[in-house]
């Protein structure tokens, strides 16, 4: 079995971060280690959220696990609270690389042409040097905009979207994925970029009238997943639009639906027949 470790926060309610990647991954067939970087009551778009910084827990667990000579197929950081952590990732990835895993770095701190209440300009560019170090990235519009400096627009063209790409790809990773990527009304989806071998990848389906927190984490987690069942890049992520927009779809359908997050739990049929498993 496949064993990746993730590394992000516990937002105990919200539908985000560990507690979207531990469970999307795990009933891909993969084994998914944790290294939480924080637990917070919440995620931080609901108010008076409570957060226990777990900063000091990141050198003594992974010196431990050295000792325990353990290696991962993939390392996927998210969600990452401070200058701090970004750093203490970087170190992670020096320990933990092997020849033939992959350091996944889904920059998640912004969205909508907004950095979420916890950043700045400043973080965004200190997490473009952690995106340097890794061998896939999978920012969304608003992150790669902060990232790179160039302006955020709503809409755009294809010439825009593959400049965003070749910028992105200047900082270091091989594969960069540029989420919520749509040319047309009602379309939305992923375009790619290839660097060692020069080729861009779109695609794209429906949009889905809506927007919610924590697609960015399933995207990512089942992009991972996907990976790690034996996917290439681009039907890895074609896999993971396709199970996000099915979240979409099903808390579209419940009447009780909560703000806060969406209906990944009974889309996971879906996701497990999907990659045929
Ligand atoms: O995936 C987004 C995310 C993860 N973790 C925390 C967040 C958010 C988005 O707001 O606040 C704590």
Redesign the pocket.
């Known amino acids: 079995m496949k064993r990746i470790v993730t590394i ?2 516990i ?1 105990c309610v ?1 539908k ?2 560990l507690t979207v990647a531990l469970p999307i991954i795990s009933a891909m067939g993969v084994e998914t280690a944790i290294l939480p970087t924080a637990v ?1 009551s919440t ?3 609901f108010q008076n959220f409570t957060c226990k910084d777990l900063t000091d827990q990141i050198t003594p667990i992974a010196n431990h696990w050295k000792q325990e000579s353990f290696t991962f197929d993939a390392v996927y950081t ?2 990452l609270g401070s200058f701090e952590q970004i750093d203490l990732m970087k170190d992670f990835f020096d320990q933990f690389k092997t020849e033939s895993n992959i350091l996944f770095v889904d920059p ?1 701190m912004a969205d909508n042409g907004k950095l ?1 209440p916890a950043f700045d300009e400043a973080f965004a560019k200190h997490m473009a040097t952690l995106c340097g170090k890794a061998d896939i990235i999978v920012p969304n519009i608003t992150e790669a905009a902060f990232m790179t400096g160039m302006e955020y627009r709503s809409e755009y063209d294809e010439e825009y979207v593959k400049e965003m790409l070749r910028h992105l790809s200047a900082l270091g990773a091989k594969i960069t994925l540029l989420t919520g990527v749509g040319f047309t009304d009602g379309k939305t989806g992923v375009m790619g970029y290839d660097k060692e071998n020069d080729e861009f990848y779109y695609y794209c389906h429906d949009k889905l009238p809506v927007s919610y ?2 697609t ?2 399933i995207f990512s987690s089942t992009c991972v997943g996907a990976m790690m069942n034996g996917f290439d890049w681009k039907e890895a992520a074609k896999v993971a639009a396709d199970y996000t927009k099915e979240c979409i779809r099903l808390t579209l359908e419940d009447p009780a639906k909560p703000w806060y997050g969406v209906n990944f739990e009974q889309a996971i049929p879906y996701l497990i027949k999907r990659i045929g498993k």
């Open positions: 992000q926060d937002s919200g985000c971060s917070l995620h931080t778009m998210g969600y998640a979420y927190h924590g960015g984490d």
